[in-house]
């Protein structure tokens, strides 16, 4: 599908999506586990079925990570899954790679979800909603928003008032586990595998990531919002 701004090889973009009509895409754990699995193992040009490993595996999705794979199609450097939507920082790492992961991703989670509910039709808004990464400091706005973005599961108005009860907030980030918010605080999980250390920006290396960095980024960054 056409976007008026095509993807670009070595470039990076923010990349979400949502189900269609605002309806919740998550319904349970066993639904957003399956979506992180799908984010590892479907970045890459080999197929892969789901079915096939589970049988093998006994059921154990954590398995997945240990799964080797061929050539990634792009580099995922921050994600947020929430009920009716998600976020995804991305890399393009070949020329269509993430109109590829992205057409991989979602027809398999929407297969998976229409036969599990016994649905038919389309899952999520289509064509996905991209946004490119042109600087530092929108980098620094979009990187602080995907993982603060949970914070909108108990308090709908933070992005616009600001952050009622910090501690509260800082404290539910910390065991919320559908992110890479844990993988920045050097928590040692399986899913960390998702993600693609090598290719964050420096300045973002150079900073000590946590509550407190993302909220002030956040603040000091917000005329880039746009969501």
């Known amino acids: 599908m056409y976007r008026k701004t095509p993807f670009v090889e070595n470039e ?17 754990t066993k639904d957003y586990n399956r979506f992180v699995a799908l984010l590892y193992i479907m970045n890459q040009n080999a197929s892969f079925r789901m079915d096939n490993f589970l049988r093998e595996s006994k059921n154990d999705l954590k398995n997945i990570f240990k ?3 061929e050539k990634t199609l792009v580099s995922i450097l921050g994600y947020c ?14 020329e269509g790679g993430i109109s590829k992961f992205m057409a991989k991703l979602l027809t398999a989670y929407s297969m998976y979800f229409n036969t599990k509910y016994q649905r038919s039709g389309p899952l999520f808004t289509r064509p996905f909603r991209s946004e490119h990464i042109e600087n530092e400091s929108q980098y620094m706005y979009i990187f602080s928003y995907v993982h603060l973005n949970p914070i909108s599961i108990f308090d709908k108005k933070w992005k616009e008032e600001g952050i009622k009860n910090k501690k509260e907030a ?3 980030l910390e065991k919320y586990q559908l992110s ?10 399986p899913e960390s595998a998702i993600i693609d250390f090598s290719l964050i920006p420096k300045y973002i290396k150079d900073e000590k990531l946590n509550f407190k960095t993302y909220e002030k980024s956040f603040c000091e960054n917000k005329n880039f919002e746009k969501m």
């Open 67 to 69: 799964e080797k794979r």
């Open 170 to 172: 800082e404290d539910f």
């Open 180 to 189: 890479s918010y844990q993988d920045f605080l050097n928590k040692n999980r």
């Open 81 to 94: 899954l929430m009920p009716n939507h998600f976020h995804l920082i991305l890399h393009e790492n070949t």
């Open 12 to 28: 990076h973009y923010h990349i979400y999506s949502r189900g269609v009509e605002k309806r919740k895409i998550f319904l349970n």
